[in-house]
């Protein structure tokens, strides 16, 4: 065995421990929660535990006679063993807590110790692909994941660029709104103040005119999408198409020559958070397929780690 095939096999057992120690870690968080969410309900009932031993010590006879049946030394060892039933169950608990976090403690140091060996691993492992390209053993085993994998990034690469196109509709859109802000407080000031809106006018129009630009080519982006990856995003479409057609002639002509800027933002303010929300779904899109690419990746690592084993 050569020495990246050492190499790998050493990583490839550092990544699989990595991975059991994060595992590891989300259920002693876990735990520790549930710890801290008993402890804070028992330090509740301890102190109503309290109370009630206190109350008891200063009731005479005929009161708790009054309140209560049965004796009153009886009734007050009653409570005091209620507490102390409580109180043995929290000391339980804070041990067990201070268990878990020192537990915590030495696992993050493990796992802080393994930082970037994923990536180390995956550089070795894009090393030894190159190296063995001409064995068809190693070939034919990868083949069907490298197409797989082909197939995520081209997917992520797509709808990253839809994502990028809907960030930049939505700041060219923020333009106009505070454009029209702008000229608002311009149309209602002074004379003088007001001769000098024209050229805010024309300003906002070319901002208008760019994030209608921008706007449609993020349309187009999802018209790509939906035709190329089968992601249905045609009712957002729809509604973008809407506002496309009416957004030059509405918003110039009759939005902002007429002064009805609080519509006009409104009108804007409800695409932008309209591009927002498609823009979410695609993020989730690609986190979706980021979890699948790196499945594929991780399964075909450890193919290749048994045939390094299997030529050992």
Not at 19 to 24: A, N, R, T
Not at 109 to 130: D, H, M, P, Q, V
Not at 184 to 193: F, L, M, T, V
Not at 255 to 274: A, E, G
Request: proline share 0%.
């Amino acid at each position: 065995m050569n020495e990246i095939d050492n190499k790998l096999l050493e990583l490839h057992r550092e990544v699989k421990r990595k991975e059991k120690l994060q595992i590891h870690l989300k259920n002693l968080e876990d735990a520790l929660q549930r710890n801290r969410d008993e402890l804070a309900q028992l330090t509740i009932q301890m102190k109503k535990e309290e109370r009630d031993v206190e109350r008891l010590k200063t009731l005479n006879l005929t009161t708790i006679f009054q309140t209560i049946l049965g004796n009153k030394e009886e009734q007050l060892e009653k409570e005091r063993q209620e507490y102390l039933h409580v109180l043995l169950k929290m000391q339980g608990v804070e041990e067990n807590l201070k268990s878990l976090e020192d537990e915590k403690r030495v696992l993050e140091r493990s796992y802080s110790g393994l930082y970037n060996i994923e990536e180390t691993f995956k550089k070795l492992l894009a090393e030894k692909e190159k190296a063995i390209q001409g064995d068809a053993v190693y070939t034919e085993a990868v083949d069907d994941f490298n197409e797989k994998i082909a197939v995520f990034d081209a997917k992520i690469e797509e709808v990253q660029i839809a994502v990028r196109k809907g960030r930049m509709s939505l700041d060219r859109l923020n333009d106009i709104v505070l454009e029209l802000s702008d000229i608002h407080r311009w149309e209602n000031s002074s004379q003088k103040e007001r001769s000098k809106s024209k050229t805010k006018n024309n300003r906002a129009r070319r901002k208008i005119y760019a994030a209608n630009d921008s706007l449609q080519k993020y349309v187009e982006e999802l018209h790509d999408m939906s035709d190329h990856l089968g992601i249905d995003y045609s009712l957002e479409i729809k509604i973008f198409e809407r506002f496309l057609d009416q957004f030059i002639d509405c918003l110039i002509t009759d939005w902002i020559i007429k002064k009805q800027i609080v519509h006009s933002k409104n009108f804007i303010i409800n695409v932008m958070d309209r591009v927002r929300l498609v823009n979410s779904m695609l993020q989730h899109e690609v986190d979706k397929t980021q979890v699948y690419l790196d499945e594929e990746m991780s399964l075909k690592a450890d193919v290749l780690i048994q045939l390094i084993q299997g030529k050992s």
